[in-house]
């Protein structure tokens, strides 16, 4: 098993050293994960579930003691009830945790596709397949089920993992990660490792020759000072300040009910709405009945100026248009059109999910094109942004940036590819000079694999 805690180190010397083996461990792990088939790793997979379940009472007598300590900070204005409603586990939740980890099993291999095949002359093919990235590293919040997700979707893709999971699940995240560890003892030793030292993490972040992604989640300083604090790739995942948009050819029946489940079905998560944008033709027949909804849910309302002219709610400022809420708490805002609410999402948001309720296709187009975001849904809630509900398995997170991955990230943003070029003694000197040989620069419909595969 590898891990590491604070208390294991007495200086950040000792820190650094551990830091280091840990991580070349987990580069020459990723060498050997990435040659192990797919039934291995599915079979690997599978004992993780089965591993996950075995373990269901250690697993909650140990997030009883999180739960407990979490909550004594919550009475005591440390942390908030959504930190808390997120860190908690219960059978129900074991269950989709083992669930989950099969669900990744029975996705496609992502690994060994050809993506592109060509010919570049008789006998010269050139194929672009799909490979492991190598070692990633991620550092999450308090979710517990977080660490189960990333790590098996690593182990589908044949990377190795180091896990940062955050304090407040400590006892829950040593335990899942345990019985990780313990089910795979056949992979290669260092394919997961967590670490638990802050000092762990800045050291993590200055091995970019060990290391080959970072995916933070969290904050948006919090992502910033990772990108700050190494040269390693960052795949980052910041808050959620998801809005829906109640256009003025909405159904308005329909509309009331993808925002309420938009804020109310889990409003512990990123992907919950925090403002609700109304149409100014609509809004004194929409927001009253719905207001009325959220108010009886426990929702606590703000509004702008001309919605407080509609409905009795509590002012909105403006730190709350920016404001992920995480909470069951909303700010609504009156649009003149589909326009503004286009600037005020791509002024607001944090490129995360927005959706838009409306009948008229064309206005769909204008606000689905227009908003800068990862996800933008027509008549749905902001909820289904998630990568079990996309039908990738599980995620790692969800990117809000555009580069390598965007949006929940499973296993095709956990795959980088390479270039294999098959050849029979060509030489370059066959392709130069007055002579040259032409290339043929064919497509070609075929799969690479050695052997005649």
Known sequence: MTTMSETDADTRDDIEADTDELARRAERAALRLA??????????????????????????DANAVDVEEAEQLLADGEYTQALVDRLKLDETKIEEIASMVE???????????????????????????????????????SRPDALVQIAALALK????????GGSEAAESNRVLYEAIVDATADLPDGWAALIEAHEAVDRLLELDDRVDLVMPRGSSEFVSYVQANTQIPVLGH?????????DADADLEMAADVAFDAKVQYPAVCNAVETLL??????????????ARYEDAGVELRGDERTREVVDVAPATDDDWD????????SIKIVDDAYEAVEHVNDHGSKHTESILTEDSETAKTFMTGVDAASVFHNASTRFADGYRYGLGAEVGISTGKVHARGPVGLEGLTTYKY???????????YSGEDAVPFTHRELDAEWGLGGE
């Open 157 to 164: 893709s044949g990377n190795a993992v180091v896990l940062k």
């Open 323 to 330: 404001t992920e809420y995480g909470d069951l708490e909303l």
């Open 278 to 291: 109304v149409h100014e033709s609509v809004a004194e027949a929409f927001l009253p009945d719905l207001v």
């Open 420 to 430: 294999y070029l098959e050849g029979d003694g060509h030489l370059v000197a066959t």
């Open 103 to 141: 669900s990744v099993a029975e996705q496609d291999d992502p690994l060994g596709e050809t993506l592109a095949a060509r010919e570049l002359d008789e006998g010269l093919e050139l194929y672009r397949v799909s490979v492991p990235i190598g070692v990633v590293a991620t550092v999450f919040e």
């Open 35 to 60: 040659n192990a088939d797919e039934a291995t790793r599915n079979e690997a997979l599978r004992s993780i579930a089965d591993a996950i379940r075995d373990r269901e009472s250690e697993i909650l």
């Open 238 to 246: 910041t808050e959620g300040v998801c809005h829906v948009y109640v």
